[in-house]
């Protein structure tokens, strides 16, 4: 009967002792992942002084604000490339920023409105150019700009409705690309004028 009993005890302390065990390392786990998240969340979290005042700023996933990424790339582009006024160091100067966001097409479309004269024409007649962006629709990795481009020259005032589509790939950013985006297989599939309004000459 002493010999059951004792028996019996070390039984219950074994099985005592094991479930013990048990428990603490499914605590230690919840415990653990519990203290993951809390510092995943506070990585995420940052704090920005405004005159010695800290506010907090959330960091949010890159993917999440791509899209965003890519209009506001899309937007800059063509307004380096369609803003312009009548400055030979001017247009200079907007071209090379634009070509830092496209690739050979867009290089292609400057190199014809060159050799056909559209920047000497910007030139002789006084014109200043500029883009008013309409849409931009972004679908996955392509894109297309819905804008209207405004040419005041001395006689007259035209609008014109400009369109493009293309694709964009992410690259990584540089001083020169800050969103990381470029811009490829660029084409304009609408510039027509919608008014072209004369101004007194006298």
């Known amino acids: ?3 059951k009993n ?5 039984r219950l302390a074994t099985i005592l002792s094991i479930g013990s065990f048990l428990t603490s390392i499914i605590i230690c786990g919840f415990v653990s992942a519990y203290a993951y998240q809390q510092v995943a969340n506070a990585r995420q979290s940052i704090y920005i002084l405004d005159n010695d005042i800290p506010i907090l700023a959330k960091q949010t996933n890159m993917q999440m604000n791509r899209p ?3 209009k506001a790339a899309v937007d800059l582009f063509h307004s380096l490339f369609f803003n312009l006024t009548p400055d030979d ?5 907007q071209m090379e920023k634009a070509m830092y966001f496209v ?8 190199n014809n409105l060159k050799e056909k004269g559209y920047f000497n024409s910007i030139l002789s007649s006084s014109s200043v150019l500029s883009i008013q962006t309409d849409s931009i629709v972004i679908d996955q990795n392509r ?22 589509e293309g694709d964009l790939i992410d690259i990584p950013r540089s001083e020169n690309n800050s969103h990381g985006v470029l811009i490829t297989n660029w084409k304009t ?3 027509k004028d919608l008014s072209n309004v004369s101004k007194n000459t006298f």
């Not at 004792?6 to 070390?10: A, D, F, H, N």
């Not at 690739?103 to 400057?110: A, C, L, M, R």
């Open 68 to 70: 965003a990424e890519y």
């Open 103 to 110: 690739d050979e097409t867009g290089v292609g479309q400057y």
């Open 189 to 191: 599939i609408e510039n």
């Open 1 to 3: 009967m002493i010999i």
């Open 143 to 164: 894109f297309r700009y819905y804008g209207k481009q405004k040419i005041d020259r001395r006689s007259a005032t035209i609008t014109r409705s400009i369109v493009t």
């Open 89 to 93: 160091k001017h247009i200079e100067y």
């Open 6 to 10: 004792i028996e019996s005890k070390i």
